[in-house]
């Protein structure tokens, strides 16, 4: 299973609202709504910002959003704050009941 | 609270054999299965697999099997994952994390595997 294709870096001001990219198949995103994405700051584990394409866990603030249109996943945060600058892994459950990671998204608060 | 808490960080040489341990607290440990991802020096998040949780059954994702092992003792909330014949490629931190929806909500601190000689 091929990890899931996401840029190797986005960035922003503060303020601004930025869009990550998760690239799939039909064997994972596009045909499951089981996406998830995770926040890692450096030497922290990771924190899921948002499970099932679009659901918020407890606890993490609604300037996440989560979408998915065909085999894309997408993350866009809102109202960029400079703690949001982290890593950004999106995951997929697939047809051959495993899960994959994309490779990760370095978000730059300028 | 829920809370997963990973063993310490170890230094092996080529060859040998670590296990890693996840404490669960805060819920009953056979409620959710319990996952496993590995993430090397400055890569990013690779699954490795899962352990049910109810039956202890494992499953291993591509590049796993053989020389990584899952288990568990319920009697201590606590799962475990062994790696045998360590290789310096096997250097990173390992995770464990809770998973009640494809989706991992509480995530271990991570045990750094060093792997040296």
């Known amino acids: 299973q091929s990890a899931l294709t996401q840029p190797a870096s986005v960035s922003g001001s503060p303020g601004q609202s930025i869009t990550i990219s998760c690239t799939g198949t039909?064997?994972?995103?596009?045909?499951?709504?089981?996406v998830s994405w995770y926040q890692q700051h450096p030497g922290k584990a990771p924190q899921l910002m948002i499970y099932d394409v679009s659901k918020w866990p407890s606890g993490v603030s609604n300037r996440f959003s989560g979408s998915k249109s065909g085999n894309t996943a997408s993350l866009t945060i809102s109202g960029l704050q400079a703690e949001d600058e982290a890593d950004y892994y999106c995951?997929?459950?697939?047809?051959?009941?495993?899960?994959?990671f994309g490779g990760g998204t370095k978000l730059t608060v300028l | 609270q829920v809370q997963l808490v990973q063993s310490g960080s170890e230094l092996k040489k080529p060859g040998a054999s670590v296990k890693v341990s996840c404490k669960a607290s805060g819920y009953s440990i056979t409620t959710y299965a319990m996952n496993w991802v590995r993430q090397a020096p400055g890569q990013g998040l690779e699954w490795m697999g899962w352990?049910?949780?109810?039956?202890?059954?494992?499953t291993y994702a591509q590049g796993f099997t053989g020389r990584f092992v899952f288990s568990l003792d319920t009697s201590v909330s606590t799962a475990y994952l062994q790696i045998s014949s360590l290789k310096a490629e096997d250097t990173a931190v390992y995770y464990c994390?809770?998973?009640?929806?494809?989706?991992?909500?509480?995530w271990g601190q991570g045990t750094l595997v060093t792997v040296s000689s």
């Open positions: 995951s997929s459950y697939t047809s051959s009941s495993t899960l994959v």
């Open positions: 039909s064997s994972d995103i596009g045909g499951y709504n089981h």
């Open positions: 994390a809770r998973d009640p929806f494809y989706g991992f909500d509480y």
């Open positions: 352990i049910n949780t109810n039956t202890g059954n494992p």
